[in-house]
């Protein structure tokens, strides 16, 4: 096997994080085989922390794959490498008609650089997050609905389900009826959220709290 590809936190099937040593194993079992492992930080990357997914469970990949988050809001896609690794690229020639692309780089060269001035943006995405999810929670449990939520860091996503949400198949289980009268119903009051149950919500720093209570009062408005 010549390498293993994975979203440290999975965001395509609502926000499934990884199980507890899960990622530490895996890095385990590739260093004990020879096997490479790729993190696809599409989405996590510069998103949970500087570091990505990778700074949050102190897991080391080979290879990191990220976009979104470091393009600034423009189509950017780059990976990143151990040397030995990205030596045996550097001799090839490597091209794309986009590539490097000025008002592209231009934008995520700021990202970065204010990401790089204001660590503390992490916490403060988190404590947004969390209050968000508190208050979600508490109206959905006060009407009665079953539910699940998942959060890691700024990602959150709410399934209507009794079982936990930990992959693909009990993602799938849930009530994707009751996620679309909840998708509109919100959409009503104003509150544009991913309009599927399988997507990832994502907060901004932009969001104050007065965004978020109004988020959870729409929410209880609909109940």
């Known amino acids: 096997m010549a390498c293993i590809i994975i979203e440290p936190v999975a965001g395509n099937m609502g926000c499934i994080p990884p199980k507890n040593g899960f990622l530490q194993q895996l890095r385990a079992l590739c260093d004990a085989h020879n096997i490479l492992l790729v993190f696809d930080e599409v989405m996590t990357g510069f998103r949970l922390a500087q570091g990505g997914a990778q700074e949050l469970y102190n897991v080391k990949a ?3 794959c990220f976009g979104k988050v470091i393009g600034g809001g423009l189509p950017v896609g780059a990976f990143a490498a151990r040397n030995e690794i ?3 690229l550097a001799p090839v020639y490597q091209a794309g008609t986009l590539s490097g692309n000025p008002l592209a780089m231009a934008a995520g060269l700021e990202m970065l650089q204010q990401l790089n001035n204001d660590l503390e943006v992490y916490n403060r995405l988190k404590d947004k997050t ?3 999810h508190k208050g979600i929670k508490g109206v959905l ?7 699940q939520i998942n959060q890691v860091g700024s990602m959150i996503s709410l399934h209507f389900t009794t079982e936990e949400v930990v992959d693909f ?14 998708f509109h119903g919100m959409l009503a009051e104003g509150v544009y959220l991913a309009p599927s149950a399988y ?5 901004c720093n932009a969001l104050s709290y007065r965004d978020l209570g109004a988020t959870i009062a729409a929410c209880e408005a609909i109940l």
């Open 169 to 182: 198949k009990s993602a799938g289980a849930g009530d994707n009826p009751q996620f679309k009268k909840f």
């Open 141 to 147: 449990e006060a009407n009665g609905i079953v539910h």
């Open 62 to 64: 080979d290879i990191v």
């Open 130 to 132: 969390d209050y968000l």
């Open 199 to 203: 997507e990832t919500c994502f907060l």
């Open 86 to 88: 990205m030596n045996h």
